[in-house]
């Protein structure tokens, strides 16, 4: 079983987009996670059955140092901000190095521009919202997945999962893999003529 850290500020979606995974819809009057709360989900990834555990964290400044022992054993993180809201967007950093200081072994991390179908109102009200090609510029500077998502809509909110989940079990074989003493470096070439 992967445990799966979700994290982000408060109010962008977190907990809609477990929802979403978990029960297939989208309630848009879920109170505030107070400390943390998970759920257990089976999803198919390519042809296989996997189980996760999914962590809910509260975003509020308060409970930042508590999530932060939530991260030392997880597989995976999937860091939301919200599209429409750019202090969220800002807060990526900090949580990233909150991630990268609280985890002895490489982990997966998903970030996720969630509620990008505010995206097209808050655009035409003239105010900020954060465009994909941000989203995208980010995780790559820290190596990290990326997709936007809509909890409301569905929107890849499923993908998100199935594209951490891969990741996550490409690191568990390495790691398999370098705690089984076979280098892959090390392994005979093959000939390269008939």
Known sequence: MFKVVFCGDAAVGKSTLIVRLCKGKFISNLNSTLGVD???KQIEVDS?????????TAG???????AKSYFRRCDGV?????????????????WINTIIDATP???SVMIVGNKIDLRDQ???????VIEKNEGIRLAKEYKALFI??????GTNSQEALVELTRDM?????????????????????KSTCC
């Open 78 to 94: 999937i860091l939301v901000y919200d599209s429409t809201y750019e202090r969220s967007f800002l807060s990526v950093r900090e």
């Open 38 to 40: 998970f759920q257990n």
């Open 122 to 128: 808050m655009r035409a009200e003239g105010k900020r």
């Open 169 to 189: 079990q490409c690191n568990e074989d390495i790691e398999r893999f370098r705690t089984t003493g076979i280098d892959l470096d090390k392994l005979p070439k």
């Open 48 to 56: 296989k059955r996997i189980a996760l555990q999914l962590w809910d």
């Open 148 to 153: 936007e998502a809509s909890a409301k809509e």
């Open 105 to 107: 072994k490489k982990v």
């Open 60 to 66: 509020q400044e308060r409970f930042r140092s508590i």
